[in-house]
């Protein structure tokens, strides 16, 4: 059994503070982290050179489009402090099919860097591209049986989202399963119930659908011809971090009872599920903090009238 320790001082993120402290391992594994009490500085080195911190994960790499394969990228990316990725094969898949991602895959395990591939959704990334390889629902399910395959990778394929593309729908069943479509429409009902009791479903979900929102807008909007502004309306706003893609952003807000009662009365949901949603959103506060503009839909002042305002700065924003 290989076992040795460090010393430093350790970055506590959990915590959110920094102290000399002792990390223990045994075999390959962190056994103990303790803090290091009453030593001179000289124990553990305290110099401004010497942290002991978690790895960084990117969270979202083509590492091919690095002209690197995914040993040597580990080579340099470690150094910097990255110790592991969440890596969308699907360059490589566009010139070489499935031999493409099985190659990242095998290259990826001769290094002990940690490798988190996906189903590369679309090769090509639509129908009007020509690519030197197709995956086609069959190929990902296939994909998504191999274990060193985590998830389904983006969805690129936005207008096939948008007109329920008969791939799109079985690549999206292949990983939600049949009852994902009832009679050829979105089962909203049921995929809400797999992706809000399953937070890794979930970021899946979001995964396939928040690319796929982007760039609709994106094409919307420059169909947009003469209007002095445009306005994006999304739940996810501030988590999908979209935000930073708008110039402005405005929060309507309300207290979580009253919030709670409406949604109790529009879509029928329990106050359990309700709750359970809310949990996984940021907080008011958070959202009230982020946003440039607020509205406040609380009974307690008129709606439209704070509308009208906000669309006056617009207009005066719009001609500046």
């Known amino acids: 059994m290989v076992a040795f320790s460090i010393t430093g001082n350790l970055v506590d993120v959990h915590q959110k503070k920094i102290y000399p402290g002792e990390v223990i391992v045994e075999n390959g594994r962190i056994k103990s982290i303790k803090e290091i009490h009453n030593s001179p500085p000289d124990s553990y080195r305290d110099t401004t050179h010497t942290y002991i911190l978690p790895g960084f994960i990117d969270a979202h790499v083509h590492i091919e489009s690095s002209m ?76 998504l049986e191999n274990d060193d395959i985590y998830y389904l990778s983006e969805m690129m394929n936005f207008p ?18 049949e009852g994902v479509y009832a009679n050829g429409t979105l089962n909203r009902q049921y995929l809400s119930s797999i992706v809000f009791n399953d937070p890794l479903k979930l970021a899946l979900l979001n995964s396939i659908v928040h690319p796929a929102v982007f760039r609709a807008f994106d094409a919307w909007v420059a ?23 708008c110039d402005y952003s405005i929060m309507v807000t309300a207290p979580l009872e009253l919030r709670i009662e409406r949604v109790l009365k529009r879509d029928g949901l329990t106050r359990t599920e309700i709750e359970s949603r809310n949990a996984k959103q940021f907080s008011e506060e958070k959202k009230t903090q982020l946003a440039d503009f607020v509205v406040r839909n609380d009974d307690t002042e008129l709606v439209i009238p704070q509308v009208m305002e906000l669309h006056k700065q617009f207009l005066a924003l719009a001609t500046k």
């Open 68 to 143: 690197l394969v995914p040993s040597e990228f580990a080579r340099l990316a470690v150094v910097h402090g990255t110790v592991a990725t969440v890596s969308d094969p699907h360059e490589i898949a566009n010139v070489c099919g499935m031999k493409g991602v099985e190659f990242m895959i095998a290259n990826g395990k001769t290094v002990p860097f940690k490798f988190h591939f996906g189903a590369p959704s679309c090769v090509p990334a639509t129908s009007f591209e020509t690519a030197g390889a197709v995956l086609d629902s069959n190929d990902v399910k296939k994909l």
């Open 160 to 177: 096939g989202v948008l007109n329920e593309d008969e791939e799109v729908k079985e690549k999206l069943r292949s990983v939600f399963g």
């Open 223 to 245: 169909q947009i011809k003469n209007a002095p502004y445009v306005m994006k309306e999304a739940a996810l706003l501030f988590e999908s971090t979209s935000y930073k893609m």
